[in-house]
């Protein structure tokens, strides 16, 4: 056996290895011994004045912007479509500058108490999901028709 082998026999290895265990423990309870003597509280921790934030003005939303430009591109198809010509069918409307599309369905004419307005249900596919709407066009002067009601489904 080597020297080394020989000075470190069995009770010396006992001895080494009850002191790293030792040394191990005392490593770990340390911190916490620190944290629990005081180190830190929430009861002493202060707010911190120096940091400042500051706050932007509020904007429409994108999505309301683009709802009523489609209720204006929709009111528009409403207006010039051939309810005559149509049978029945659905009339496509797309925006190009929302990116939204989607058709005009059960369109009828009514004549109440002299005015002519038009009844619509429309479907809206955008980039934050697909809508039904029911709305009411109607015959303003000088041949413009305006927006009575626009309400999803």
Known sequence: MSRIA???DSRQWGVIASASAKAAIV???LPLAACGAGGFSLEKAEVDRSI???ST???PA??????DSDQTTIGNAVS???IEQLGGQAVPWANTGTGSRGSITELAELNDRGQTCRRFKASRESFDGVAMFEGE???AGAGGWRMQGFKAL
């Open 27 to 29: 490593a770990a309870a």
């Open 62 to 67: 994108p999505a309301d912007s683009d709802r």
């Open 52 to 54: 400042l934030t500051s």
């Open 137 to 139: 066009l109607c015959l």
């Open 57 to 59: 003005l509020a904007t």
């Open 80 to 82: 010039s479509a051939d």
């Open 6 to 8: 020989q000075a470190l």
